[in-house]
């Protein structure tokens, strides 16, 4: 889950650069650092996603189970976090979007930063069952 989560999530804070003011016309190597750091905060919060779900389900395996149930609460804790950390930010002076970046018109937040944690989670959690439990069922 963690390198799965890691993986998409640096993929996406690297492609959604552009739509951010403060940075996007800087050079692929000076957003790297920043991108990284965004994504372990991005796997801190899917982490703590899993974990909330495996509480209320009262089993470690909670995300690792392919339903739309366990999807579906992925991609609505995921896009709750999203929506905070981008009203946070904007509020706060943290950051403010380009041109490129969609805005939400009712919630007020970009859509990118917003889709990000609510179809990455979810994905996550769908790759990590794939790649962890795949294998070892048709394996042996």
């Known amino acids: 889950m963690l390198v799965v989560s890691f993986v998409l999530n640096s993929l996406w804070e690297m492609a959604q650069m552009p739509a951010y003011r403060e940075i996007a016309l800087r050079p692929w190597r000076a957003t790297a650092s920043l991108c990284t750091r965004a994504t372990i905060g991005d ?16 089993t470690l395996s909670w995300g690792l ?12 804790l995921g896009a709750m976090h999203g929506f905070w950390i981008e009203r946070a930010a904007i509020a706060s002076g943290g950051w403010a979007y380009s041109q490129t970046m969609p805005v939400v018109p009712m919630l007020k937040v970009g859509l990118w930063p917003l889709l990000q944690l609510t179809v990455l989670t979810p994905l996550a959690f769908w790759l990590a069952n794939r790649c962890w439990l ?6 042996t």
């Open 43 to 58: 796997v801190a919060i899917t982490l703590l996603i899993y974990a909330t779900g495996a509480l209320a389900a009262r």
């Open 134 to 139: 795949a294998p070892r069922t048709h394996g």
């Open 65 to 76: 189970r392919p339903a739309w149930n366990v999807y579906s609460a992925a991609a609505l």
